[in-house]
């Protein structure tokens, strides 16, 4: 879309989205903008490492900072603490990541306002806004009922996000996503997503898959 094109009611028109199709003198400016910060991030990133605690407190800081300050000073963030950071990954303002155990491909877009658990994100992923990325779905045990279940602990697991999926706005991912897929706007995903499998709805539940037919158009599930 170029600058300052108005988009009609009820137009489309087609983008492309300028993460994925940068000039080497772009990406050149951010690699400098980037090192200019480090001054201010290897320190951060040192003291990041004495305990989750002070890691998200750090985070939760730079979650705040505007776009294009914020975008470059959470990427070197993240990529000297996470476990791996890849390269050309922005995260959007006010994601907070609650733990340095997650790891990140290349070429990944976080959208605004995220909240990201124990949770491994592949390459080329496309998460939207207000998305949650819990570790599993059974934080909180609750057989007992002679004692409060804020004292009885839970479980924690890892979960994986696939190479190439997309994560619409304000889904909440508890379980693994496989490769291709596409997790609707608002969905909730409490058990594995197959690969190119679009899923929908509460709890999420399969409508298509992204194989292609002779028409071109993602193939129908069968009944």
């Known amino acids: 879309m170029r600058h300052g094109e108005r988009i009609r009611h009820g137009q489309e028109i ?3 989205y300028e993460q994925f199709a940068q000039s080497p003198t772009f990406r050149f400016a951010f690699t400098v903008a980037g090192v200019l910060t480090w001054p201010l991030i290897v320190p951060l990133a040192l003291i990041a490492r004495a305990s989750d605690f002070v890691f998200r407190t750090i985070g939760e800081v730079l979650a705040v900072m505007p776009y294009l300050l914020g975008v470059i000073l959470r990427y070197e963030f993240y990529r000297w603490t996470l476990r791996r950071c890849g390269e050309n990954v ?4 006010g994601t907070i990541f609650l733990y340095r155990d997650v790891e990140i491909g290349n070429h990944v877009l976080i959208g605004m306002y995220n909240v ?4 491994d994100f592949g390459s080329y992923v496309l998460t939207a806004e207000g998305c949650r990325f819990l570790s599993g779905a059974r934080y909180h045990n609750f057989e007992r009922t002679d004692m409060p279940m804020a004292l009885q602990g839970g479980k924690l697991r890892r979960i994986q996000i696939g190479d190439d999926c997309w994560i619409g706005t304000n889904a909440v991912v508890m379980d693994d996503v496989g490769v291709g897929s596409i997790v609707g706007a608002g969905a909730i995903v409490t058990a594995p997503v197959e690969p190119y499998t679009i899923v929908v709805g509460n709890p999420a539940r399969p409508v298509r898959k992204r194989t292609r037919s002779d028409t071109g158009q993602a193939t129908p599930l069968a009944g």
């Open 90 to 93: 922005i995260i959007g303002h």
């Open 116 to 119: 990201i658990h124990h949770c």
């Open 14 to 16: 087609d983008v492309e």
